[in-house]
């Protein structure tokens, strides 16, 4: 079965450093992997998608990478903001197909 | 282009009580699964329909039960309610049933006392 752990369970920052959050997967026949940010009480809007034969994706401040056959991924924010807070999770895409496995997401706060 | 919807925004049920949630997936979409996510948890996946066909169950009772219908949207249906199923209830579209990018809708929040 299909295991996600997230470090760490949550981070504090002070505004405008570079940040890494660490996801990683015990089965690594996975489709793709995919962040997503969840504010409190809400849903999730994706971040990033990678798909399997991918070793990384981009978007803005964002870069994830992807290293499958070690079962694990980063998620690097840059120059983090205040508006960066909020808890992120990874979740991947295994042998069945449309099954998202979660991990239970890191909590970040980004202070002024 | 709508995004994915959910309704009611939130919800609250007593114990052994019925409850039906409802889902519009996004334009072009015809793949709808739902997830739980207990408080302080990530979601965990209930089921998946792809054209209107189950494509996928989790390790959840069948108290829980779904429907899509012809234009895509989907209920999820939980029966005999217990306190335990107090959670938020995501609805995520894609494509075409896998390898997809997943796109959540706001959720339900579901208490049941």
């Known amino acids: 079965k299909q295991e996600v752990t997230q470090i760490p369970a949550a981070l504090s920052v002070p505004e405008g450093e570079n940040l890494v959050l660490n996801c990683s997967f015990t089965?690594?026949?996975?489709?793709?992997l995919q962040w997503f940010r969840q504010d409190p009480g809400k849903g999730l809007t994706s971040l990033l998608l990678?798909?399997?034969?991918?070793r990384e994706q981009t978007s803005g401040r964002l870069n994830a990478s992807l290293d499958k056959s070690s079962g694990r991924s980063t998620l690097y924010i840059a120059a983090s903001q205040p508006g960066d807070s909020a808890t992120y999770l990874c979740?991947?895409?295994?042998?069945?197909?449309?099954?998202?496995?979660f991990g239970r997401g890191t909590q970040l706060t980004v202070w002024p | 282009e709508t995004g994915v919807t959910q309704s009611p925004t939130h919800l609250i049920k007593t114990r052994g009580q019925q409850v039906t949630l409802r889902c519009s997936s996004q334009?072009?979409?015809?793949?709808v699964s739902w997830y739980q996510q207990a408080l302080g948890q990530g979601p965990q996946f209930i089921f998946q329909?792809?054209?209107?066909?189950?494509?996928g169950r989790g390790n959840f009772p069948p108290r829980f039960s779904g429907l899509q219908f012809p234009n895509y949207s989907s209920e999820l249906n939980v029966n005999a309610l217990e306190l335990d199923d107090s959670a938020l209830y995501l609805c995520?579209?894609?494509?075409?049933?896998?390898?997809?990018?997943?796109?959540f809708g706001p959720g339900t929040r579901l208490t049941v006392t």
């Open positions: 995520a579209s894609s494509l075409s049933g896998g390898k997809d990018e997943q796109y």
């Open positions: 334009s072009g979409h015809n793949t």
């Open positions: 089965d690594s026949a996975i489709y793709n």
């Open positions: 329909y792809y054209r209107e066909e189950e494509n």
């Open positions: 979740a991947v895409e295994g042998s069945t197909l449309g099954r998202l496995y």
């Open positions: 990678i798909q399997s034969s991918q």
